[in-house]
């Protein structure tokens, strides 16, 4: 079973950071440095810069904040490519050098681009699925990627596209076990940044260790709420598989607590007196609530049951303003494990 490895049950600790922006070296709105600052000031532990085509690097000897910089890119193929209107937007995450515009287009190009970023020694993912109009065959016909946004507050802002949820279900569904980052893709700083961020579980926050986390599905993507554990205990094995039992989450402050799973399968807890219950129940957390939340409006936690036959199962809460974090899947089964 792809059952992928727990970053709550990992040694390190939790670096927060964002995999997406753009400066003046392409389109967008702040200098590198500049835009390096803005991060730094707010707290995030490592930064992206991703320009279009473009690795923006800093020369030697240019004083920097603290924060670790990942020299990355982003690149497009044509638009058209499968459908109109669609196209492929992916960004090579610790990428060295540029790449070449290919004249192809459609998932041939896009799968060229991740393996080229791949032979450099860094990781790809597809930028805003949503936005871009990839449907669950363009994303299934492209192999190696890390991760794909299932939130981008950029092109949120924008048209109301940042939310790539549904096509993420889709793809694991079918049984491809895609990680999933929440990134600013950041243009506008003030509009479009600091509004979605990825969460690493690693030893250390230096460019080794942060991208063996991202290749080990050690992180999660948030746009408010913080995941602070998830447990999962089986209820016991079939065939040396896990299956069933119960999964634990503690979060910060929310209104709901989901086991997102395949279709009509899946748990829910919802916070407040009326709140329903499928298959959950609340806990009792220790971190209180907010300031002005009444008691039992929001959850710090739940215990979310298994039915045992899930294809695959996820954990997302979501805050009292709708804002959301993602886990990666505890698990994706394949097809003789279910059987
Ligand atoms: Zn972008």
Redesign the pocket.
Known sequence: MPQLANPFGAAGSWFRGNL?C?TTESDGAMPPDRLVAHYSYAGWDFLAI?DHWKVTTFPEGTALPDITLLPSI?IGTAAGSTRAGTNY?VVGINVQEELPRREETGPAAAQWYVDAIREQGGEAHI?HAYWSGLRLEDLAAVKGCYALEVYNA?TEVHIGRGLSAAVWDDLLTERLPWCAVAVD?CHRPGYDSLRAWTVVRAPDRSPEALMDALRAGHFYASNGPEILDVRWEPEGTRNGVPYGGAVTVRCSPVRSVSLVADATRGSRVNAGPFGMTQRARRLRGETGRPEGVLEGELLTGAELQLQGNERYVRVQVEDALGRCAWTNPLFVRTIEEEG
């Open positions: 997406h753009h991703t982003e937007h930028a950029d893709d």
